[in-house]
C-alpha cells in the first residue's frame, strides 16, 4: 500500500528565506508524486508533479521539488519565501493511472516578517 | 489545463435533510472521478470512486447508504448527503482523472457543508 509522509506539521519562516519541506512516501515501485497547496477555507492549487525524467522538477511560483528514489523523498524547496506563501502545503502520492491519490497529513507554513 | 467546477461552494442545510454537490470537468470527459473529505486542519480522505455508468467504488468506514454517488455522464458526478447530521458538516473536494496520458487528477475547488 502506498504511504506519504510529512514529518513537520508546522513550520515558521522568516520572509525572503529558504524553504524547504519534507516528504518521504513509500510505494513499490516509482510512483507520481504532487506537491500542493491550499490556503484556509481553499481547494487544491497544483504547485509541480514528478512522473518521470528529470528528478529536479520545477513548478509554479518559484517552487521547486526534487525526487530522490535512493531516499525515497519529494522534498519542496524554494529560495525565498514571500509572506502569500503561508498556506499549508500537501505532498501526495499515485501510481501510474492514478487509481488512487494518497495525501499526507500537510504542513502549514508561516512567514513572519 | 483541465477545470473542474463544483456547486455548490458551500451549503448550509438541517440536520435529517439531504443534499447534493455536483462536480464537472469542463473541457474534458473524466470516466472516473473521485470524492475526499477533509476535516478541518487535517489532510483529504479519499471516500469513493465514481466510475462513469457503473456503481462507485467506497473506500473502508464510508456508508455507501448515506453518501450517494451518482456519475451519470462523462463530465459529471455527484455525491449526495443523505439525512446529514452536524458530524457530516466538512469540505468536499471531487477531481476527475483525465482519460488518457498520465491520468492526472484535476481538483473542484471544494465544498463546504454545514449542517445544523
Known amino acids: 500500500a502506498q504511504s506519504v509522509t510529512q514529518p513537520d506539521i508546522h513550520i515558521t519562516v522568516s520572509e525572503g528565506a529558504s524553504l524547504e519541506l519534507r516528504c518521504n512516501y513509500s510505494y513499490g515501485a516509482t510512483p507520481y508524486l504532487f506537491w500542493y497547496v491550499q490556503s484556509p477555507g481553499q481547494g487544491l492549487q497544483l504547485l509541480l508533479k514528478?512522473?518521470?525524467?528529470?528528478?529536479l522538477v520545477q513548478g509554479i511560483k518559484g517552487f521547486e521539488a526534487e525526487f530522490k528514489r535512493s531516499q525515497s523523498s519529494f522534498n519542496l524547496r524554494k529560495p525565498s519565501v514571500h509572506w502569500s506563501d503561508a498556506a499549508e502545503y500537501f505532498c501526495a502520492v499515485g501510481p501510474p493511472l492514478m487509481e488512487k491519490l494518497t495525501f499526507g497529513t500537510g504542513t502549514r507554513l508561516t512567514i513572519i516578517p | 489545463g483541465a477545470v473542474v467546477s463544483q456547486h455548490p461552494s458551500w451549503v448550509i442545510c438541517k440536520s435529517g435533510t439531504s443534499v447534493k454537490i455536483e462536480c464537472r470537468s469542463l473541457d474534458f470527459q473524466a470516466t472516473t472521478m473521485f470524492w475526499y473529505r477533509q476535516f478541518p486542519k487535517q489532510s483529504l480522505m479519499l471516500m469513493a470512486t465514481?466510475?462513469?455508468?457503473?456503481?462507485?467504488?467506497?473506500e473502508q468506514g464510508v456508508e455507501k447508504d448515506k453518501f450517494l454517488i451518482n456519475h451519470a455522464s462523462l463530465t459529471l458526478s455527484t455525491l449526495t448527503v443523505t439525512s446529514a447530521h452536524p458530524e457530516d458538516s466538512s469540505f468536499y473536494i471531487c477531481s476527475a482523472r483525465v482519460p488518457s496520458g498520465t491520468y492526472e487528477q484535476y481538483f473542484g475547488p471544494g465544498t463546504r457543508l454545514t449542517v445544523t
Open positions: 465514481s466510475n462513469e455508468g457503473s456503481k462507485a467504488t467506497y
Open positions: 514528478y512522473f518521470s525524467g528529470d528528478t
